[in-house]
Each structure stands twice: as C-alpha cells, then as structure tokens.
C-alpha cells in the first residue's frame, strides 16, 4: 500500500542466492541448484535399485549409474553450452521449457489411467522423456520392484539420444563460438 508521495518499494524475485552472485546471471545459479536436486534424487533412485543389480551382473556397482549419468549431462550440458552461445535467451526460456514439460509430464497419473487414455495422448505421453524416468522411480520406491528392462532401456535410450543430439550441436557448431563470444 503507498501513502501519499511516499515511493513504493518493488519486490525482488525469489533467487537461491540471494546476494550478488558475480557475473552468473541468477537464473542460471537457480537452474544449476535445481540440477543438484533432480540429480540427488537421480543418484537416490539409480542407486536403490541398480546398485546391487550392477554388482550381481557385472562386478562392478557404479555400473547402471556410470552410463546414464554420464550420457545425459554431457548431452545436455553440450547442446545447451552451444545454445548458449549464439542465443543469450536459452537460459531464460529454458525455465519456462521446464515449466511446459512439468505439466506434460504424468507425475500423478498411474499407469492404468495413462492406458485409458486416447491414442494419441497416449502416444505424447509415452514420448515424453521424463515418462520413463518416472515410471523407474516407481517401480524402485512405489511398487518396491525392480524396474523391467524395456524401462531401463527407455532410460538408457534417452540418455544416449541426449549424448548424440549434444555431442552433434555441440561440434557442429564449435568453430563459430569464437565469434560470438
């Protein structure tokens, strides 16, 4: 409420870090800490069900965690450092990116209502990336099982998918990041 001339005072916006983080826009620091969190929650369900799976099939524990981890943050980190570069706007559009896919994504919805609807929302939602991520943490923390191959492959798919589609930005456009820097 403003009385008389008295200016009023605008409100910032929420940020993580809330002093002046440098030359990082805050966007960005708001983004790489929801990064840390999807990705604690990515180490929780990887390690829950594919730890002992990695040790009793081939030695080796980090195994299941090692490829996927290591496929889809050089992918993404890849694709969008390129972006970047040419289009200052990817890291703020890449908020409201998240934004949209929050809401395609069937956090809530069970898998019997996913197969009750029509074929071709049936067919976006089996599309959308995080669908199979999501059904692996069910499995793991809702059904106590361990996930099926065919949604560990998803997994793994996608991961190798986002490796190859960064991997080619990212070299395809490497030679002109100096002019635009």
Same mark, same amino acid.
């Given at each position: ?72 943050? /050089? ?48 067919? /976006? ?8 991520? /999501? ?27 986002? /490796? ?18």
């Amino acid at each position: 409420m403003q009385f008389g001339n008295t200016p009023q005072k605008k409100g910032r916006a929420f940020s993580v870090f809330q002093r002046d983080p440098g030359p990082w826009p805050p966007i960005l620091l708001n983004w790489m800490a929801t990064l840390a969190i999807i990705m604690v929650f990515g180490l929780v369900m990887l390690f829950s069900a594919s730890y002992t799976t990695g040790y009793l099939r081939f030695g080796d524990s980090f195994h299941y965690i090692k490829s996927q981890l290591l496929c889809t943050v /050089l992918g993404l980190g890849m694709m969008f450092s390129a972006l970047t570069v040419f289009f200052r706007d990817v890291m703020h559009l890449w908020s409201v990116v998240i934004t949209a896919w929050t809401y395609i994504t069937p956090i809530f919805w069970t898998t019997d209502f996913v197969a009750q609807m029509p074929h071709i929302v049936r067919i /976006l939602v089996y599309a959308n990336p995080m669908y199979n991520y /999501l059904q692996f943490m069910r499995d793991i923390f809702l059904f106590q099982t361990t996930p099926s191959f065919l949604t560990l492959g998803m997994c793994v798919a996608w991961a190798v998918l986002a /490796l190859a589609i960064g991997y080619t930005v990212f070299h395809k456009s490497e030679r002109k990041f100096i002019l635009y820097i």
